[in-house]
């Protein structure tokens, strides 16, 4: 980087990775240049249309005057009263749609403001690595410390609470989890939510849950919310989002949910940064709430298939991977004759065209493995595993 830039950049951003798939993107720009037909494990966007039912909503909703201007900042109230009305049919959890829900422009958003409304500088966050990089970056924004809590395999990737440092606990502001995980498609149950209440209010500290892929699980296994612990709404706020539940990543529409401090908190950051959701998509947001949940069992069945697909066809391949229970990701471990995880990655897109994410972009514990979305059809799935096949990419070199 040049000198002028530097002087150009706040120190704040002039310290921070380009977002991790932006750099992916270059890549990918660069092999379709030459001519490579890509297949994309790549970024977790779903490629299915929103159902229906909602874009209907978003039409009607769209015509009405009434929904063209500001909307109130903390989000309209027939929304926010659809979340408390899903919160409790889903979660069998009650929150005050007033006090304890919040609209946010996508859970992104909100987990990104969280930092501005809770970090001091200097204050710890507890951040699991691998994770989705925004709880990292966000506390660097707000001149917060990462401490790393490393998930493994043999921890099912859980953060072993108790193997944290003594003094750690008691300096940090907030702790994130993230279950259904991204990247490794972990599930937890509500035992460990148990316990990370419980630590929580023994050392003070806030506990940040996204819970954004709450509804994409599979083999019968249901996420819970951690506000379903007694208690947990005394140090817990939770993001929740439609984005993929209900195939609507453009739309931007998520809630932050749980302690009405916290959720006035980010409030506070909100009403100063932006104005809102648009009524029309918040209207269309209620509907896909409180109508019939079908098209997340149907979605679900076809990420099964795929999954399996995914699944079967690595472990032709030599890996000894595990169908996950919940997400669209497969995380898999980097064969040990690559030095790293993006050399890896880098070798199978030159020379398949295969799109997979290096796990070090999610941290550093995350170095050894690559993720592989599946948000593309079970047919380009198999295509896919076919070329590793051709190219003689398996687990263990033959
Ligand atoms: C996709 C994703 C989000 C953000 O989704 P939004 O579209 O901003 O609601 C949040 N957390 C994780 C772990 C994600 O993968």
């Not at 709880?135 to 707000?142: E, G, L, P, V």
């Not at 269309?284 to 999954?307: H, K, W």
């Amino acid at each position: 980087m040049s000198q002028s830039q530097r002087q150009l950049r706040a120190d704040r951003i002039s310290k921070t990775p380009p977002y991790l798939f932006a750099e992916i993107d270059k890549k990918k720009a660069a092999a379709v240049a030459r001519g490579v037909d890509l297949i994309s494990f790549g970024i977790g966007d779903p490629d299915m249309a929103t159902p229906p039912h909602i874009v209907a909503a978003m039409h009607e909703a769209i015509d009405d005057s009434r929904n063209h201007d500001y909307p109130p900042y903390e989000g309209t109230l027939e929304f926010r009263e659809a979340v408390a009305t899903w919160m409790q049919r889903r979660f069998g959890v009650s929150v005050d749609p007033v006090k304890e829900v919040m609209a946010v422009i996508g859970s992104k958003e909100a987990i990104a403001h969280i930092h501005t409304a809770l970090v001091n500088r200097g204050d710890i966050c507890l951040i699991p690595s691998p994770s989705y990089p925004v709880y990292r970056i966000a506390t660097q924004f707000s001149e917060g410390i990462v401490y790393s809590l490393p998930l493994r395999e043999s921890n099912r990737y859980l953060p072993d609470l108790g193997q944290i440092p003594n003094d750690v606990p008691d300096r940090a502001k907030i702790i994130w989890v993230n279950y259904p995980n991204n990247p490794t498609g972990a599930v937890c149950d509500l035992a460990f939510y148990e316990e990370l209440v419980a630590f929580a209010k023994k050392h003070n500290i806030i506990i940040c849950s996204d819970n954004a892929y709450s509804e994409m699980t599979y083999d019968g296994y249901t996420a819970p919310s951690i506000l379903q612990v007694p208690g947990a709404k005394d140090v817990a706020i939770e993001f929740l989002s439609l984005s993929k539940a209900y195939n609507m990543t453009g739309w931007r529409l998520g809630m932050a949910v749980g302690n009405a401090e916290l959720i006035a908190a980010l409030g506070i950051v909100k009403t100063n940064t932006d104005s809102g959701q648009f009524k029309a998509i918040q209207k269309a947001g209620a509907v896909a709430l409180t109508s019939s949940q079908d098209c997340i069992s149907n979605m679900n069945a076809i990420y099964t298939e795929r999954r399996d697909a995914m699944i079967a066809g690595l472990r032709s391949l030599g890996w000894q991977t595990e169908p996950m229970k919940g997400t669209f990701y497969v995380w898999a471990k980097v064969p040990e004759r690559f030095s790293s995880a993006a050399a890896f990655c880098g070798h199978v897109l030159d020379e398949t065209g295969v799109v997979l994410v290096p796990g070090n972009g999610y941290g550093d514990e995350g170095e050894g493995y690559f993720r592989a979305a599946i948000t593309v059809s079970t047919e380009k799935i198999k295509q896919g595993i076919a070329r590793l096949q051709e190219k003689n990419i398996t687990y263990k070199s033959s």
